[in-house]
């Protein structure tokens, strides 16, 4: 499975990765809607990377291997298809990229990323300068730069860097947001590239602690441990996910080295002032957040995903500052359901106020 998302009826959509098939559902599991097989005709699919709802009618998926954007009504029927190129800036002088769509809005904007490649890496511990393209009908492409991804090179094979710096990326209905791993720092930019502001406070991660180190290689193979130790950074990421919800706020998941405990997520206004703290069950990555329902992926120990929803409920009180909406964030969850496939999950007891 490599996504879920919100449909504009509110159904959910799910991208098999493996089957190459889109799936609907509705709000209690029951499916509506299967497309898409292997091949390279109308509505087949080489790949499956992503499925989103860009417009209150459709949903679009990408195909890397394609470099197709194909668009599609909730029943499966094409709408359109073009190729990857045409929402994309050209590439600049240098070795290819491969884009990656992360966002897409009712008036036709698509925002790709890209790694720049140099033409050389040197061995060992590199960044590599990954690039933001907006593209809307009318207007030429716009291009954010100053974003980088660590890698280590070693032998000419290239990899991520373990725990190194990523950049990440949240499209709401009218603006991007972006933010490196390594600081507690989100931008926020217009879907016409105009730099709006940042928010957070700029600090970094933890510093990394022998017993993180030991923790952190306990998880990799004794023959590469040794090699694997030498790139650790000094520094753990200091945040590690962004969304954003169906009223524009923004969601940060802080980094957390234990996969096993609750993840910590701060609810943002769009202003960028906190207005939540939360915790979600250990191993759920969420996907999409709407209407008090957080949509994502549950990795169970047969390494078997599984959509889940999560409805939250909260309890509202006045040291809590209202959102622009008038409407506000509770002080903690009081308890979550999963309405798909798995049937009631025990409640999430308190798990502490809002910070």
Same mark, same amino acid.
């Given at each position: 499975?490599?996504?879920?998302?919100?449909?504009?009826?509110?159904?959910?959509?799910?991208?098999?990765?493996?089957? !190459?098939?889109?799936? %609907?559902?509705?709000?209690?599991?029951?499916?509506?809607?299967?497309?898409?097989?292997?091949?390279?005709?109308?509505? /087949?699919?080489?790949?499956?990377?992503?499925?989103?709802?860009?417009?209150?009618?459709?949903? =679009?998926?990408?195909?890397?291997?394609?470099?197709?954007?194909?668009?599609?009504? /909730?029943?499966?029927?094409?709408?359109?298809? $073009?190729?990857? %190129?045409?929402?994309?800036?050209?590439?600049?002088?240098?070795?290819?990229?491969?884009?990656?769509?992360?966002?897409?809005? *009712?008036?036709?904007?698509?925002?790709?990323?890209?790694?720049?490649?140099?033409? #050389?890496?040197?061995?060992?511990?590199?960044? &590599?300068?990954?690039?933001?393209?907006?593209?809307?009908?009318? @207007?030429?492409?716009?291009?954010?730069?100053?974003?980088?991804?660590?890698?280590?090179?070693?032998?000419?094979?290239?990899?991520?860097?373990?725990?190194?710096?990523?950049?990440?990326?949240?499209?709401?209905?009218?603006?991007?947001?972006?933010?490196?791993?390594?600081?507690? @720092?989100?931008?926020?930019?217009?879907?016409?590239?105009?730099?709006?502001?940042?928010?957070?406070?700029?600090?970094?991660?933890?510093?990394? =602690?022998? /017993?993180?180190?030991? #923790?952190?290689?306990?998880? &990799?193979?004794? *023959?590469? #441990?040794?090699?694997?130790?030498?790139?650790?950074?000094?520094?753990? +990421?200091?945040?590690?996910? !962004?969304?954003?919800?169906?009223?524009?706020?923004?969601?940060?998941?802080? $980094? *957390?080295?234990?996969?096993?405990?609750?993840?910590?997520?701060?609810?943002? %206004?769009?202003?960028?002032?906190?207005?939540?703290?939360?915790?979600?069950?250990?191993?759920?990555?969420? =996907?999409?957040?709407? *209407?008090?329902?957080?949509?994502?992926?549950?990795?169970?120990?047969?390494?078997?995903?599984?959509?889940?929803?999560?409805?939250?409920?909260?309890?509202?009180? +006045?040291?809590?500052?209202?959102?622009?909406?008038?409407?506000?964030?509770?002080?903690?969850?009081?308890?979550?359901?999963?309405? !798909?496939?798995?049937?009631?999950?025990?409640?999430?007891?308190?798990?502490?106020?809002?910070?």
């Amino acid at each position: 499975m490599v996504g879920a998302t919100w449909a504009p009826s509110g159904n959910i959509v799910v991208a098999d990765g493996l089957g !190459l098939v889109v799936e %609907a559902f509705d709000s209690m599991g029951r499916p509506v809607a299967r497309w898409g097989r292997k091949g390279e005709g109308p509505g /087949e699919f080489r790949s499956l990377m992503q499925a989103m709802a860009c417009d209150d009618e459709h949903v =679009t998926v990408w195909d890397p291997a394609l470099a197709r954007l194909s668009v599609f009504t /909730e029943a499966g029927a094409v709408v359109a298809e $073009f190729p990857e %190129a045409e929402v994309r800036a050209p590439p600049s002088a240098g070795p290819p990229r491969r884009a990656r769509l992360i966002g897409c809005s *009712a008036e036709g904007v698509y925002v790709t990323s890209a790694r720049a490649l140099p033409e #050389r890496f040197r061995e060992g511990v590199d960044s &590599v300068a990954v690039q933001i393209e907006i593209a809307a009908p009318g @207007r030429d492409p716009v291009v954010l730069d100053g974003y980088v991804e660590q890698v280590v090179m070693l032998n000419g094979q290239m990899g991520p860097r373990p725990l190194g710096t990523r950049t990440l990326f949240a499209v709401g209905r009218d603006r991007l947001y972006v933010a490196r791993t390594d600081l507690n @720092r989100i931008d926020v930019f217009s879907l016409d590239g105009t730099r709006l502001g940042s928010f957070g406070d700029g600090t970094r991660g933890r510093r990394l =602690t022998a /017993e993180d180190r030991t #923790r952190v290689l306990d998880g &990799v193979r004794a *023959a590469a #441990r040794r090699l694997y130790a030498s790139y650790l950074p000094d520094y753990a +990421p200091a945040i590690a996910q !962004l969304l954003v919800d169906d009223e524009g706020r923004v969601w940060v998941r802080a $980094f *957390a080295l234990d996969q096993v405990e609750p993840s910590r997520w701060s609810i943002h %206004a769009p202003s960028g002032e906190v207005v939540g703290v939360l915790d979600l069950p250990a191993g759920f990555e969420p =996907t999409a957040v709407r *209407a008090g329902r957080v949509l994502g992926v549950w990795r169970d120990e047969f390494d078997a995903d599984h959509v889940r929803v999560y409805a939250v409920e909260t309890a509202s009180g +006045p040291e809590l500052p209202p959102l622009p909406d008038g409407s506000s964030v509770g002080k903690r969850i009081l308890n979550s359901i999963s309405a !798909l496939w798995g049937g009631i999950l025990p409640a999430l007891q308190d798990r502490g106020p809002c910070e």
